[in-house]
């Protein structure tokens, strides 16, 4: 029995929980996707794609740590591109947000669309590495940067949600949460 086999449940729980809300926001796009706002584009690549990437991450995550492996070797392998191409994703979420005309940026946003999701995939880069002399909380960190991308997606969702019912509906132009 390997040290992953006590995350079966976890996983699969998280997993369901990011497939099922990236099912949900393709919905929530395409009823908002009609909506005439200029930079609209430019806005959803730096505040909607990056939702999708973190629900995607998840799901991914879980897949591979659900896998049957023999070792941790190979899913910490894994686990550390998967957090080190976020990290990599990250930098290109900043540009994005800093070129984007729709909306200004404020304290919350640089939160939890820059530095809460950097955070978790650079969790993800150092536990891989952790997980060759300390399996079990290497694993934890995993477990806690699978969570934080998870719940960092729900609130960003929901702010694209509000955004586009209280803010952008009503065509004002008024500083509020992202497209």
Not at 2 to 9: D, R
Not at 14 to 38: E, K, Y
Not at 138 to 161: E, P, R, Y
Request: aromatic share 12%; proline share 4%.
């Amino acid at each position: 029995m390997t040290a992953l086999a006590g995350w079966e449940n976890f996983y699969v729980i998280v997993g369901s929980s990011a497939g099922a809300l990236i099912g949900l926001q393709f919905v929530v796009i395409t009823l908002i996707g009609d909506r005439p706002i200029a930079g609209l584009a430019q806005a959803g690549d730096a505040f909607g794609t990056p939702t999708i990437c973190h629900f995607g991450a998840v799901l991914l995550l879980s897949a591979v740590l659900s896998a049957p492996w023999h070792g941790i070797a190979a899913a910490a392998l894994l686990w550390g591109l998967l957090g080190l191409t976020g990290v990599a994703y990250e930098i290109i979420v900043a540009r994005r947000m800093r070129v984007q005309i729709v909306y200004t940026p404020e304290f919350e946003d640089w939160l939890f669309h820059l530095l809460l999701p950097f955070a978790a995939y650079a969790t993800l880069a150092v536990s891989a590495y952790a997980a060759r002399s300390h399996v079990g909380a290497a694993l934890f960190s995993v477990g806690a940067a699978a969570l934080l991308l998870l719940f960092i997606g729900i609130h960003n969702a929901w702010d694209a949600v509000t955004y586009h019912v209280f803010v952008a509906k009503r065509g004002q132009r008024e500083p509020g949460p992202r497209p």
